[in-house]
């Protein structure tokens, strides 16, 4: 079956960097693009991080991480990836990564619907 494991998440100071592992299994990884999102406090929306499509012809980031953070998907390790850098004390969140139902990139605010898969998070804590 779908599987999905972050890795990565911890404390971090203001201005720090983090690197965010998603390590696939159960399917053809390279098939399906691969999103992050975050989820700043239990109850409270999940938001779009940045995603990619299968093969890396499109990426797409949330206007708050552009500049910051970097997707990037290693096929041959099945991994998807999230370098965080500059971070800043509004980062804070658990962070998830999920599969989507195609090759393609699904902009949508209904990620818990249009993105059937999902790890379990990892958080991270931006503080000094």
């Known amino acids: 079956q779908v599987q999905l494991v972050e890795s990565g998440g911890g404390l971090a100071q203001p201005g720090g960097s983090l690197r965010l592992s998603c390590a696939a299994s159960g399917f053809a990884f390279s098939s399906y693009a691969m999103i992050w999102a975050h989820q700043k406090a239990p109850g409270k929306a999940l938001e779009w991080v940045a995603?990619?499509?299968?093969?890396?012809?499109?990426?797409l980031y949330a206007d708050s991480v552009k500049g910051r953070f970097t997707v990037s998907r290693d096929d041959a390790k099945n991994t998807l990836y999230l370098q965080m850098n500059s971070l800043k004390p509004e980062d804070t969140a658990e962070y998830f990564c999920?599969?989507?139902?195609?090759?393609?990139?699904?902009?949508?605010?209904?990620?818990?619907?249009?993105?059937?898969?999902w790890g379990q998070g990892t958080q991270v804590t931006v503080s000094s």
């Open positions: 995603g990619m499509s299968s093969g890396g012809s499109e990426i």
């Open positions: 999920a599969r989507a139902p195609s090759a393609k990139l699904i902009q949508t605010t209904r990620l818990w619907v249009d993105y059937p898969y």
